[in-house]
């Protein structure tokens, strides 16, 4: 599965900002997708999860400002961010959760990663 991100950038506080991540690829069936992150100096830490079926899971210092959503027919998740503070700077990467529909093994992919950057 490869990993396409896209929809960073720079905006000024109170701000928002829509990242995309499409999976393509053959023979695989997605599980969970999510988004993650990483400021300079700090480790890489989970922002938002959906699950195939739609459930979803947020880190605590997005909760009602950030929404994730994937549509499964074009395998992409969506991260849309309101209300963007500076500390929402940094790497945004998205991960993927597949299964090989021939070989049946799970496996983990990541994106390239897209910058944001929040000016106070």
């Known amino acids: 599965v490869q990993l396409q991100a896209s929809g960073g950038g720079s905006v000024q506080a109170g701000g928002s900002l829509r990242l995309s991540c499409a999976a393509s690829?053959?023979?695989?069936?997605?599980?969970?997708m999510g988004w993650y992150r990483q400021a300079p100096g700090q480790q890489r830490e989970l922002v938002a999860t959906?699950?195939?079926?739609?459930?979803?899971g947020y880190a605590d210092s997005v909760k009602g400002r950030f929404t994730i959503s994937r549509d499964n027919a074009k395998n992409t998740v969506y991260l849309q961010m309101n209300n963007l503070k500076p500390e929402d700077t940094a790497v945004y990467y998205c991960q993927v959760r597949a299964v090989d529909d021939r070989s049946f093994e799970f496996y983990e992919n990541w994106g390239q990663g897209t910058e944001v950057t929040v000016s106070s």
């Open positions: 959906i699950a195939r079926g739609g459930s979803t």
């Open positions: 690829g053959r023979d695989f069936t997605i599980n969970s």
